[in-house]
C-alpha cells in the first residue's frame, strides 16, 4: 500500500505523543523514585535516633540484655529486618562486643534471615523490604549474598561456616571473596581444610574467578596450630602448591613471632613431620621460590638440621634464595654464621650485599668488627659503598673513619680477636 503525503500529520503527531508519553512516564518514575528513597532515609533516621542508642547501650552491655532486646523488637514494618541490620551491624564492633553482638542477631532473627540469603533462598519478608528489588532481579542477587556472607563474617557466626564454604563455588566471584574472608574471621578449624582444597583448584585451574591472593589471605589468617593441614600440599607433586604452602607457614611463624620477643619452632608448636619436611626436602626444593620462603621458618626451628640447611641456601645459585637466607639470619643466635653472612658483602646482586650489611649489624660489635675488616681490606667498589651506607643510616661512619686513619688495616692476628685492635679507638704512639 502507497504511503500517501496526507498521513505525514499523522505519523508525526503519533510519534510526538509516544515521545512526550515516554518522557512523562520516565519523569515520573524518577520523581517516585525520589520519593521513596527520601521516606526510605527518613525512616533510617527515625529509627536510628529513637533505637540507636538501644542497641549501642545493649551491645556494650549498658543496659540489661533482655530489656534492650524487646525494645529492638519493638520495632514493625516491612523493613524491620532490614532496619535492626543497618543498627547493629552497619559498623564494625570492637572484638570485646562481638559475642553479645552474634547473641542479639540470633535472638532477632537476624542470622537465620542471613543464612537464607547466603544460600540463595528467597523469602516473601525479603522481597517487601527496601532491597528487594535485589532480590527479584536475579543479576542483582548477588549483592544479597555477598551481603549476608559479610554480616555472618563480621558477628563470628561460627555455625555458618558449612553455608559460606559453599559459597566459594558461587556463581558469581564476588560472593565467593566475601565468603573466603568471612571464614577467616570466623576462623572455625573444620573449614581450614576446606580452604586449601579451595585454594588447590585455584592454584590449578587458571581460568578460576577466585583470586589466589584472597584465598592466601584467608588460610593465612588461621593459627599455627592449623599447620598440620598444610602437610598435603607441601608434599604435592606440582611446585606452585608447594611454594604456596610453604608462604602461607612463614605468614603463620611470622605472626607468631611478632607475639613472642623469643619465639622458637619446637615439637609444642610445629609437628615433627613438618619439622622433618623443611629441614630435608624444602630447603632443597627444586622450585627456588620455594626454597626462598622455606629460610625464614628454618630460622625459627629448635633443630641442630636447620642452621646448615639455612647455610646451604646462602650458597644458592638463585639470587632471590640467597637473599632470604640472609635477612633470615639477623638473630643473634647465628653470631656464629657470621663468616657466611660475610661471604654476601661481595655478592652480584646489591639486594644481597645490603641485606648481608644490615644482618651483620644485627650481631653487634662483632658484626660491626667484621663489617670495618671487609671495608678496610676488600677491592671491591660496590661492596665497599654498600657497606658505607649501611653504616651511614646507623651513624657509624665517623667511628669508620676515625678507625681507618688512626689505626692499622686489620689482619687475621690483629684482627678483632687478637686484643689490639679497637675500632674508635686510636693505637698508641
Known amino acids: ?73 519493638s520495632i514493625s514494618g516491612v523493613d524491620r529486618m532490614h532496619m535492626l541490620e543497618q543498627l547493629l551491624v552497619s559498623k564494625p564492633a570492637p572484638p570485646d562486643q562481638i559475642p553479645i553482638l552474634r547473641k542479639a542477631c540470633q535472638d532477632l532473627g537476624l542470622v537465620k534471615l542471613w543464612q537464607q540469603e547466603v544460600s540463595g533462598q528467597i523469602t516473601p519478608v525479603a522481597l517487601m523490604s527496601p532491597q528487594g528489588i535485589l532480590r527479584r532481579v536475579s543479576r542483582l542477587h548477588f549483592l544479597v549474598r555477598a551481603k549476608a556472607a559479610e554480616n555472618l563474617g563480621i558477628i563470628r557466626h561460627k555455625e555458618s561456616w558449612p553455608l559460606l564454604v559453599k559459597a566459594l563455588d558461587d556463581s558469581h566471584a564476588d560472593v565467593q571473596t566475601v565468603a573466603a574472608r568471612a571464614l577467616a574471621a570466623i576462623g572455625e578449624p573444620a573449614s581450614f581444610p576446606m580452604l586449601l582444597n579451595r585454594l588447590q583448584r585455584v592454584v590449578l585451574d587458571g581460568s578460576d574467578h577466585l583470586s589466589l591472593r584472597t584465598m592466601k589471605s584467608a588460610a593465612v589468617s588461621f593459627p599455627l596450630k592449623q599447620a598440620d593441614e598444610l602437610l598435603p600440599l607441601l608434599a604435592a607433586l606440582n611446585g606452585r602448591l608447594r611454594f604456596q604452602a610453604v608462604d602461607i607457614l612463614r605468614e603463620m611463624v611470622e605472626r607468631e613471632a611478632a607475639r613472642e620477643a623469643e619465639f622458637q619452632l619446637d615439637r609444642q608448636n610445629l609437628s615433627p613431620e613438618l619439622t622433618e619436611l623443611f629441614v630435608t626436602k624444602l630447603c632443597f626444593d627444586e622450585n627456588p621460590d620455594a626454597r626462598a620462603r622455606s629460610a625464614l621458618t628454618l630460622s625459627y626451628l629448635l633443630d641442630l638440621r636447620a642452621t646448615p640447611a639455612l647455610v646451604t641456601l646462602l650458597e644458592d645459585p638463585q639470587w632471590f634464595v640467597r637473599l632470604h637466607a640472609v635477612r633470615s639470619l639477623a638473630k643473634r643466635k647465628f653470631l656464629s654464621q657470621a663468616d657466611a653472612i660475610g661471604k654476601r658483602l661481595t655478592d652480584s646482586q646489591w639486594m644481597v650485599r645490603e641485606a648481608a650489611a644490615r644482618t651483620l649489624m644485627v650481631f653487634g660489635r662483632a658484626g660491626l668488627d667484621q663489617l670495618t675488616r671487609h671495608f678496610l681490606e676488600t677491592q671491591d667498589r660496590y661492596s665497599r659503598e654498600q657497606v658505607a651506607d649501611e653504616m651511614q643510616r646507623a651513624g657509624l661512619l665517623p667511628t669508620l673513619l676515625f678507625c681507618s686513619i688512626w689505626e692499622p688495616i686489620p689482619t687475621p692476628r690483629s684482627g678483632p680477636g687478637s686484643g689490639n685492635w679497637q675500632p674508635g679507638k686510636p693505637t698508641s704512639s
Request: cysteine-free; overall charge positive.
Open 1 to 73: 500500500m502507497p504511503f500517501l503525503i496526507e498521513h505525514v500529520t499523522e505519523v508525526v503527531f503519533t510519534i510526538v505523543v509516544v515521545v512526550l508519553l515516554g518522557t512523562g512516564t520516565l519523569i515520573g518514575m524518577a520523581i517516585a523514585r525520589r520519593q521513596r528513597r527520601e521516606r526510605y532515609f527518613q525512616r533510617i533516621d527515625q529509627v536510628r535516633e529513637r533505637f540507636g542508642p538501644v542497641a549501642t547501650a545493649l551491645i556494650s552491655e549498658r543496659i540489661e540484655y533482655q530489656r534492650g532486646l524487646e525494645a529492638l523488637k
